[in-house]
């Protein structure tokens, strides 16, 4: 499943020898740049440089083409543009055989042969009828031809055989026949005009010359030379024409340079290096401007709206092909369309199909109930699906969008969230009914309160219809005691004709077809065990099989089979067993998945590993001038075209993250690559990796936060088992702030859950833990506040201290109040706020925590106040009549007019008039039971000054407060708003001293 990504993937076209430098200048002085400047606008930068890094495997097995043309495809596919750049010098480079030749165009061959020249071209040209249309295939270079010496006379003979005989084919096919890699590379990339269509906007030509080149071995790697070293006219014809095309198509897109032969000097490098820093200034001129341009165009969708459009890729996905389980999609089908007002369950074993089928059942409602309101999550797809707090909130939040309703962001209480999803479930209508489907609960932590069911109502509003899939032990069986079990539908086993039809299907669209021998094995295996997942690892293999080989057995079980696939992969002949253990046990450890930007990043952090690369690499891996070292994408990208049908890309984190198609696979590879010291192993690593990245990327003056690092680093560290680090983590301020910033308050909080669960929870983390319980209400609205609010906590203690030492280097120009009266311990009083038409400026209360008057930013007190005293078990006071002020101090340290922003803290009552207003529900506060709630409006007086006494064009409402246990304490405050908004906007410019009023 392809997700539009902002990852920006530039394949780099070019020979290789003759344009080290200017690739190394390339990868030290621009990609860097490039890279942070799509970090800091939210985006990544990946450049696909094949030329190095290609194992001598690769070449063994003839597919270094099909994976520079493979990876080309992918980055036109998955990035935005600019996805292509070319870098020709002198040498048009080398000139492969072709991999595959169809059996058209062979048999056309065959008749410019000679018998001798037939049988040649046969010992290396094998036909595969698997192939759709039938292809010939080049084989492998077995025994004594692995070696580059042996082969490259082989090749040249059986190139020039070719191509000769191919001169009388149409020209787009003698291509094929003699065309340099470089050349094939640049045409789809950016010649061919079906293929790039609008390559004149995105794609870029850097052009260099030579001047004074000789015409003798001492240019050898700069320009081409034939066997018998003379220089190759026909090679040079080529790379002028191609030059000449690429000037035609891309025009203002083609840049040109000249460098001069200085010859065997003390330099080292034979040409003159002038020109290398105006190419990378060039590259990385070109490559902004496009790249912040898209980047404009793709702009800042809201997260919702990627949320609702993952899990519809998703369903799509696994809709495509299902075919048959008539009886089951009947039921479901019967059941939208019924009366019936309990909700539906479907239970089934993993592999069976229930995401597909569920999948099938929403595409297929949508066609049927066409002004349904239909809304899908499939658990697992995305993280925030992953999550009880973020599932509800996210649920709720469609079906309000979907009714048009207003709908409230930044609640995380897990119970106000069920009983906003409840009233949502109710907006339902005759003439628009709502037709939820929840995927895989099961797929829920085991302790995550969403399991329980308690969301899940057993009679739904007269217009709603509920289907929820699990599996049928853990959570099924909740499913059963919660509906009952005449309300399961269980997913039934899927008959043989159905599997034949399917995996007919598939072969059709992979262009494959299989022998009679071949077929019967798969579907031999398929009867054996007949899950719909156990057909699609089989065909995965069978997709492979050429027609002239024999026919593996296949294991009659889906971990067998999965067992089969990792044995294949590990095969030295194939990817060696190093490189496949590494990166998935990697994949399988992250928490959402990897960037292949991250896997290479760790690839080539793993000493190990990267000394074995090195030993196979065809040519010198780069290195930074710090040394640290770099893998390039072709490491991965071979390994990921047989891995391909078993990955997935998740949306988590800002980006596309590489994942298993199918939990099994995930967990396959961690009972093999993730047992005791390994498992740990490979989370040290992920540890030490996000542990050293910023927590905020920048570029010119830009911030974004390191959203990778956030959700990874915690849950690393506490399976890595380096609990110091962990604790230092989520305690570390600048870490928690930015976390709260990034919208990301729920994630923190189960970081500090896995912590307990662990039994890793020191004081300062309980610490942090309860003031992050305590207020992720008002943090999910109000991230800015985070500082304020520690530092408001108590004057001594884990988290007042630490805000107070970031407090006064704070240069942000907002606000702050330095509170005087800060209680010596942390409070246990908590007041909750809620159904607020307008965001909280401000929540006064009593000195004993049982009173409290709520100003709202509209400067009116509305809405619900649920209050809940110091000491537990008392009653709250609901507010009525007159109430007497009770002061606590505080003093402004800036003095400029600021919006209020709300928060929630015991603070002092205002001197006003109150009129009650009606209670609303009961709210679950996070100390003790539920709590009887009240709420009240204030008419302020207008009195003593008549206009803002910081010349503000303000009306304002002025009140006079004191503390009556104290004999010091008098003074003043205002609270302004002005006139000219609209709405009207609250400002506090006037000043509070002594101990008198404060403001949280």
């Not at 696909?48 to 890094?53: E, K, V």
């Not at 190759?232 to 001069?260: I, N, Q």
């Not at 709720?396 to 309703?405: L, N, P």
Request: proline residues 6%.
């Amino acid at each position: 499943m392809q997700l539009p990504a902002r990852t920006f993937r530039v394949f780099l076209s070019s020979t290789f020898e003759d344009l080290k430098a200017e690739r190394d200048a390339l990868h030290e002085r621009v990609f860097p740049r490039l890279r942070a400047l799509c970090l800091a606008r939210g985006a990544r930068f990946q450049a696909i440089d094949l030329r190095w890094g290609i194992s001598e495997e690769a070449a063994l097995d003839q597919q270094t083409l099909p994976i520079c043309l493979a990876e080309i495809a992918r980055c036109r596919e998955v990035s935005p543009r600019p996805n292509f750049i070319a870098l020709l010098g002198d040498r048009y480079g080398w000139r492969p055989l072709p991999a595959e030749i169809p059996e058209a165009e062979y048999e056309m061959i065959r008749e410019h042969l000679t018998y001798g020249e037939e049988q040649q071209i046969s010992a290396w040209y094998r036909l595969d009828a698997n192939a759709v249309p039938p292809v010939y295939c080049l084989r492998p270079r077995e025994r004594e031809y692995s070696s580059p010496q042996s082969w490259e006379p082989v090749e040249r003979t059986l190139r020039t055989t070719l191509a000769r005989a191919a001169m009388p084919l149409p020209e787009g096919v003698r291509r094929n026949f003699g065309a340099s890699a470089t050349e094939q590379e640049i045409i789809a990339g950016a010649l061919d005009r079906k293929l790039a269509p609008d390559a004149e906007a995105h794609v870029f030509a850097f052009l260099r010359q030579i001047e004074g080149l000789p015409a003798d071995g001492s240019a050898e790697g700069f320009r081409d030379f034939d066997e018998a070293g003379k220089v190759d006219e026909e090679a040079e014809e080529h790379l002028a024409r191609l030059k000449d095309h690429l000037r035609e198509r891309l025009r203002g897109h083609v840049h040109e340079y000249a460098a001069k032969w200085v010859g065997n000097t003390d330099c080292e490098s034979p040409i003159s290096q002038q020109h290398v820093g105006p190419l990378c200034d060039d590259v990385y001129r070109a490559l902004e401007e496009v790249i912040l341009r898209e980047i404009g165009q793709l702009g800042d969708r809201a997260s919702h709206s990627l949320e609702v459009d993952a899990h519809a890729r998703f369903g799509e996905d696994r809709a495509r092909h299902f075919r048959g389980r008539a009886a089951i999609r009947g039921t479901i089908s019967d059941y939208l369309r019924s009366s019936n007002r309990r909700p539906l369950g479907v239970c089934g074993p993993s592999g069976s199909g229930k995401s597909a089928l569920l999948a099938k059942a929403a595409a297929e409602a949508s066609i049927h109930h066409p002004d349904a309101a239909i809304v899908v999550r499939f658990i697992g797809a995305t993280p925030a699906s992953s999550n009880g707090v973020t599932l509800l909130a996210s649920l709720g939040h469609e079906i309000g969008r979907a009714y048009r309703m207003e709908v409230a962001s930044g609640e995380s209480d897990y119970a106000e969230l069920e009983r906003v999803l409840l009233d949502r479930l109710a907006l339902a209508t005759a003439d628009r009914p709502l037709l939820l489907f929840v995927d895989a609960i099961d797929q829920l932590e085991a302790d995550d309160p969403a399991r329980s069911l308690a969301w899940l109502p057993t009679e739904l509003p007269e217009h709603a219809r509920v289907i929820v899939s699990a599996l049928p032990e853990g959570s099924g069986e909740a499913l059963r005691a919660r509906l009952g079990a005449e309300r399961i539908a269980e997913v039934e086993l899927m008959p043989p004709f159905e599997g034949e039809e399917i995996l007919d299907l598939w072969l059709a669209d992979a262009r494959r077809s299989l022998t009679p021998p071949q077929r019967a094995a798969v579907l031999a295996g398929f009867r054996a065990c007949p899950h719909p997942l156990y057909l699609k690892l089989a065909f995965e293999e069978a997709r492979r099989w050429r027609s002239s080989g024999s026919v593996p057995e296949l294991p009659p079980e889906i971990p067998g089979i999965i067992s089969h696939l990792l044995d294949r992969l590990s095969d030295e002949a194939n990817h060696g067993a190093l490189l496949v253990s590494r990166s998935l046990a990697l994949i399988a450890a992250a928490k959402h998945g990897l960037g292949e930007d991250e896997l290479l990043d760790l690839l080539a952090g793993d000493d190990e590993y990267f000394e074995h690369l090195r030993e196979t690499a065809r040519h010198e891996l780069p290195t930074s001038s710090t040394g640290e070292h770099h893998l390039p994408a072709v490491v991965w990208s071979r390994l990921y075209l047989d891995l391909e049908p078993y990955l997935t890309e998740r949306s988590a984190d800002g980006m596309a993250l590489l994942a298993f198609y199918h939990r099994q696979l995930g967990e396959a590879v961690a009972e093999r690559y993730l047992r005791d010291e390994e498992e740990v192993a490979r989370h040290e690593d992920l540890a030490a990796y996000f542990e050293a990245k910023p927590i905020q990327h920048e570029d010119a003056g830009l911030l974004a936060p390191n959203l990778r690092k956030l959700s990874e680093l915690p849950f690393q560290q506490v399976l890595a088992r380096r609990w110091s680090e962990f604790e230092n983590t989520l305690t570390d301020l600048e870490f928690l702030e930015a976390k709260c910033a990034a919208g990301l308050t729920p994630a923190l909080l189960s970081d500090f859950a896995i912590g307990s669960e662990r039994g890793r929870s020191s004081a300062r983390l309980k610490e942090w833990q309860s003031f992050l319980k305590r207020y992720a209400h008002v943090l999910e609205r109000y991230p800015d506040q985070f500082l304020q609010l520690s530092y408001n906590q108590a004057r001594s203690g884990a988290v007042s201290e630490l805000a107070e030492q970031r407090c006064p280097s704070q240069e942000t120009g907002q606000v702050w109040l330095r509170r005087l009266n800060r209680p010596n311990l942390v409070q246990r009083g908590v007041f909750a706020a809620h159904e607020f038409r307008s965001a909280i400026s401000g929540v006064f209360s009593d000195g004993e925590g049982e009173r409290a008057v709520v100003f709202c930013e509209n400067g009116t007190v509305t809405g619900t106040v649920s209050c809940l005293g110091h000491r537990r078990g008392r009653a709250p006071v609901p507010l009525a009549g007159q109430g007497q002020a009770g002061v606590a101090g505080s003093r402004v340290v800036s003095r400029a007019p600021v919006e209020p922003r709300g928060v929630s803290h015991e603070s002092p009552n205002w001197r006003g008039e109150l009129e009650p207003h009606a209670s609303s529900a009961d709210r679950r506060l996070p100390h003790g039971p539920a709590r009887p709630t009240c709420s009240a409006s204030i008419r302020r007086r207008t009195n003593h000054h008549d206009r803002c006494p910081r010349e503000h064009n303000h009306r304002f409402a002025f009140c006079h407060v004191r503390d009556p246990r104290s004999r010091r304490g008098r003074g003043w405050g205002a609270l302004y708003r002005s006139s000219n908004a609209s709405p009207p906007l609250p400002c506090f410019c006037g000043w509070l001293y002594g101990r008198v009023g404060r403001r949280d």
